[in-house]
């Protein structure tokens, strides 16, 4: 064999195994007896993702993650389409779940976290966050939605709930506020008014969690709380921050590791560093939503 041939044999077995997607996960071509499989399955990997996402992709990948794996279902005129994103770990699959999934419309007959309507399916179990589309959303197909969702779930290991969740005291916790944050496209979803980029220093690797809560005097205040590694770290995440709160945010008062904040329309935060953990707690976040 000529050594160009080796050389490409050899590439190919260190191609990574994400790379191939996740078919066995798929549905049969003849699923429920009358939906076949519509085109080639599709698989993007890693950055590929752009080109199935106009827009949106970088927060997949500032989560971590790492193939999508597309198919696209027929019967007769109507149409699903299957999109199973397999994330880096379950704290990813969960973190994107939780932005995308808007208010939650359970169905009692599905058992692993999801929100469903006349259009879509979306779910999240382990590490990966699937989406099943009715291109018509027909109400009647809402039950052939969840069987194709039963299907995939069915192949999937299920995982603990990532330990980042309990670090949100639950009294007064508002429903459905819950988010997970990695870096700057999800921290300036939820707290944009703070600044630009990785203000928190999370790198893609340590997540944050973010809830609001109910004030006294009427609105709400966004909470976000990050652990890291070390009080070093976290000591460094609070000077970083500090450096680059947003302008139009004047320091109110500052001392050790705490830091009060706030802006001309007499709303107020507070930065706060107590060991390796670092805390938000910004008024004014929720009152640019």
Known sequence: MKKPAVLALLLLGMAPAWASGDPGLLPPGDFLGAWARHESTR????????????????????????VLTLQRYRRGEDEFVLEIY???DPEA?????????????????FPDRHTVGRYQLAFVKGRY?????????RAELQPALLEFGRSVAAGISPAA????????????????SVRLIRGPYALQSVAGSLGEGDLLR???????????YPQPGGGVSTRVIADYPSGEAASEAF???????????KVLGEGGDRLVFGDGAGRFGVISRTGGRLAVDDDHIQAQA
């Open 43 to 66: 698989v993007f990997p890693g950055a590929e993702l752009y080109g199935h996402i106009d827009g949106g992709a970088e927060l997949f990948l500032e989560f971590g993650f790492d």
């Open 129 to 137: 966050y699937v989406l099943v589309t009715s291109v018509e959303g």
């Open 93 to 109: 699959a969960l973190g994107i779940y939780l932005m995308k999934c808007g208010r939650e419309t359970p169905d009692a007959g």
């Open 239 to 249: 000077r970083h921050l500090r450096e680059k709160l947003d302008p139009l945010l």
């Open 202 to 212: 999370l790198g893609g690797r340590i997540a944050a969690v973010a809830g609001d």
């Open 86 to 88: 397999r994330m880096a």
């Open 161 to 176: 709930a990532p330990a980042v969740l309990g670090l949100l005291p639950p009294e007064g916790l508002v429903e459905g």
